[in-house]
């Protein structure tokens, strides 16, 4: 195992932080886990297809970030994409639909799980070539201010948030994107999930420079490294940074060290990483912490967040009924949708 | 009526477009400052801003990712390929996301967008810029592939291309900027669906776009003189096919000649041929006919380029061969 990079240090009992704010945050973070654990459960148990890769443990970046964000932002993602869907708005149920590849699915059972999308939540999708999502987030990032300075409407302050993994930035769009975005000074948060692993490939095997914050220093843009197990910590960042999008001073990189609970994908056997390193990440389990945080700082008790995950848990099989019981795609409607016409 | 060339006629439609919709947008290389590698945009970001006529790092995938994002989010971006060559570098983008997008997302997102510049083969540009390469993105979904070959048509179809709600490749000719025509004063659109009937006759049918159009006209006036009347269409939609226009033809002349500057293997001809014995094989009195370029790099010598593409005697001798020999 590689030596551990000590994870950046946080007060979070000097951020405020409202009760409804925090029970939001919660909920998100909950949901996430739980609709994981059931896509985990619906997989094995045959009832869904493809590849499907699960987003737990890194529940505080999405939760951190997109929590920090409002409606109207966008919000692009990649193949790990249910829990940042689920954070941007899009229902369970659509995006349980959608894994049962049907048609009540947020992406009408044609995407799948690596293709979600939703046009009224701004979820720009689901993009599963690595780094294919990044010139696309830029570009809803340049309409915003496109529409602020070329077409003079002030209030198109839109913020859009770029997720990607530790394996994305050793790619050219990551480094080309980041140029052109510090270039016009565009509205776009990039966090990158460093989860430490591509699929069997280790970060520090892939990359030359495995502090991937530092990246942001050539294009002159601020770059940030962010305790990722710490939904608080990721929460103050992204602030900060939306903060400054909207300001027009332009993009931020955050570097989230996270960790994947699973295997890459729930076929991966998940072979190459050691137990000692698994423990030590599960050790950090965010919605544990968040939990701890609550409780600390007297915003929620321990029934309250019971009384969240009961319900969180009827909503997650309210979606999975709605999904099971929904109408596949009709096959007259094949060739539905190549077109703007049909 | 003005006599206009084409690559200011192209320059008309661009204008005339971001005047009439303000989220149309230019992007690529040198587009603005330095006005394009053809002056199809020269000094608009005078009249539309930096913002409007964004010249672009090079970096062809991520800005062609970035037109689809603006697309997404309800712009209409004009894509500028220096040369249609270096779409190559942003092969994931049209096809993946500019393409296929729409469909995987179920109908969330439509990507009106336009990706348009100089192809073709040029005057020994050498294999690179010399490329042929409209045939390799027919198999895409959701790509709309129109080819312009005069003044007139590059005008209208470009207009019809920003409009429409879907992507469009639109390809000019290398050889073509230079046309003359003279265009109306009035705005005129022409449908990017329609293939247009450049001759009408009764003898032959050749199919064709962009600068073989003119190779073919050469030929006709030789074929003209023996006694042979032959109809020409110029594609103008290479996806979709316009059968409308070439199935009447078909059914009148029962014999094909495909006439491309695409090469032979996986061609937009090869298309077309399967399209046709698809469709209109009980009306052939003869196999359909191919005249190809070469399944080779564009070479870099001038008299073995020439030999790459297919020349105006090649068809002549062809369609004379097809009709009086009744093959």
Redesign the interface.
């Known amino acids: 195992m590689v030596q551990e990079r000590t994870l950046p240090q946080f007060q979070a009992q000097k951020t405020e932080l409202s009760v409804s704010e925090a029970r939001v945050i919660y909920e998100d973070m909950v949901l996430g886990r739980f609709f994981e654990d059931k896509c985990a459960e619906m997989y094995y148990r045959g009832k869904m297809f493809g590849f499907v890769h699960l987003y737990n443990g890194q529940e505080a970046v999405s939760s951190g970030v997109i929590k920090a964000m409002r409606s109207d932002d ?1 919000v ?1 993602s990649t193949y790990r994409d249910h829990v940042h869907a689920l954070s941007a708005g899009v229902p369970a149920r659509q995006v349980m639909a959608e894994l049962f590849g049907k048609e009540t ?7 799948g799980s690596m ?1 979600l ?3 009224p939540h701004n979820m ?2 689901g ?1 599963a ?1 690595i780094g ?1 999502g ?10 915003s ?2 529409r602020r ?3 003079g409407q002030a209030d198109a302050d839109q913020v859009t948030a770029c997720f990607f993994g530790d394996g994305t930035t050793n790619n ?2 990551f480094f ?2 980041l ?2 975005a510090a ?1 016009w000074k565009l509205p776009i948060l990039f966090v990158v999930e460093n989860n430490k692993w591509a699929i069997g490939m280790a970060h520090e095997r892939a990359t030359s420079q495995p502090e991937i914050y530092r990246k942001a220093s050539v294009f002159g843009m601020p770059g940030v490294e962010v305790d990722g197990m710490d939904v608080m910590a990721v929460r103050t960042v992204a602030q900060a940074a939306v903060a400054r999008a909207r300001a027009g001073e332009g993009p931020t990189l955050i570097e989230c060290l996270t960790y994947r609970f699973r295997g890459h994908s729930l076929a991966d056997p998940d072979e190459l990483r050691s137990k000692e390193e698994k423990d030590t990440w599960l050790a950090r389990d965010p919605i544990k912490r968040f939990e701890a945080y609550l409780l600390e700082q007297k915003l929620l008790e321990e029934v309250a967040l019971k009384e969240i995950r009961d319900r969180i848990q009827g909503a997650i099989d309210d979606a999975l009924s709605f999904a099971e019981e929904s109408p596949e795609p009709n096959p007259d409607d094949l060739y ?7 | 009526m003005a006599e206009t060339l084409m690559f200011n006629a192209l320059r008309e439609a661009i204008d005339e477009e971001m005047a009439r919709d303000q989220t149309v947008f230019v992007l690529g290389e040198d587009v603005g400052h330095y006005g394009g590698s053809y002056k199809v945009t020269k000094d608009l970001y005078q009249k539309y801003g930096d913002l409007r006529v964004l010249d672009t790092p090079i970096a062809e995938n991520s800005f062609t990712g970035m037109a689809v994002g603006a697309a997404m989010t309800g712009l209409r971006p004009i894509i500028e390929g220096m040369n249609m060559g270096f779409l190559l570098l942003a092969f994931n983008q049209i096809a993946n996301n500019a393409g296929m997008l729409r469909y995987t997302s179920g109908g969330n997102f439509k990507i009106p967008m336009v990706i348009r510049g100089p192809g073709g083969v040029g005057r020994q540009l050498g294999a690179e810029h010399s490329q042929r390469l409209e045939a390799y993105f027919q198999a895409v979904p959701g790509l709309k592939i129109v080819a312009c070959s005069t003044a007139y048509n590059a005008k209208g179809l470009l207009k019809s291309a920003i409009r429409d709600d879907n992507p469009v490749l639109f390809f000019e000719h290398v050889l073509l900027y230079n046309l003359k025509e003279d265009l109306p004063n009035h705005e005129y659109l022409v449908p990017l669906d329609r293939a247009e009937v450049v001759r009408p006759g009764k003898d032959v049918t050749i199919l064709t776009y962009s600068r073989m159009r003119h190779h073919v006209m050469q030929a006709v006036k030789g074929l003209v003189a023996k006694g042979i009347d032959p109809e020409v269409i110029d594609l103008i939609s290479l996806k979709p096919l316009d059968f409308d226009t070439i199935g009447p033809s078909i059914q009148k002349t029962h014999r094909v000649i495909v006439v491309e500057e695409c090469m032979r293997t996986g061609g937009i001809g090869a298309e077309i041929t399967a399209s046709i014995n698809d469709r209109l094989f009980d009306e052939l009195d003869a196999p359909v006919m191919r005249l190809s370029s070469q399944d080779i790099p564009t070479p870099y010598n001038g008299k073995l380029e020439s030999l790459t593409i297919v020349q105006p005697k090649q068809i002549e001798a062809a369609v004379e061969k097809m009709v009086t020999l009744k093959v």
Do not use: T
Request: charged content about 20%; glycine content about 12%.
């Open positions: 966008y692009c699915g947020c992406s009408r059972g044609r995407g293709h999308f939703s046009s720009l999708g993009f070539f294919e990044i010139p696309v987030a830029l570009g809803a990032a340049f309409q201010r496109y300075d070329a077409l050219g769009q080309e994107c140029n052109m270039l539905k949708y190549i077109f703007a016409e049909d």
